[in-house]
């Protein structure tokens, strides 16, 4: 069960910084204007974090680093299955990272508002 875990967040870390990363700004910008169809992949979770789970647990299933993970399936229910839970749980984790850090916003633009009935020099 560990290593499964391991290998979601690890999913998802890559998933994630393909599609927020903004040293890949221009490649996704490039391929959303001249192979459109390619470019959406680039800026789905969904879609992006299941082709990263297909290659992630097809090539670790492929070379024998990793057995079946779900208990009772085989190989190849496992190569199957797992590209669907890695974008599952990607869209999981990244909307509680969003739910988490939605009051950080202004905290880290020190764009921090003053409520109107307070003023900063009144104790």
């Known amino acids: 069960m560990e290593i499964l875990l391991f290998l979601l967040f690890s999913g998802w870390c890559v998933t994630s910084g393909i599609i927020n990363g903004t040293i890949l700004d ?5 391929t959303l204007v001249r192979m ?3 470019g959406k992949l680039l800026t789905c979770i969904r879609c992006l974090g299941f082709w990263v789970g297909f290659v992630l647990f097809g090539f670790l299933t492929c070379t024998g680093t ?6 009772g399936t085989s190989t190849l229910m496992n190569y199957i299955l797992l590209p669907f839970i890695q974008s599952g749980s990607g869209v999981i984790i990244e ?3 969003i739910f988490l850090m939605r009051d ?3 905290i880290i ?3 921090i508002t003053i409520p109107e ?3 900063p020099n009144k104790n």
């Open 117 to 119: 009935n307070k003023s």
């Open 66 to 71: 990793l057995g079946p993970i779900i208990p």
């Open 109 to 111: 633009n020190n764009d």
């Open 95 to 97: 909307s509680a990272v």
């Open 104 to 106: 950080r916003k202004n």
């Open 26 to 30: 221009p490649l996704r910008n490039w």
């Open 36 to 38: 459109p169809t390619f």
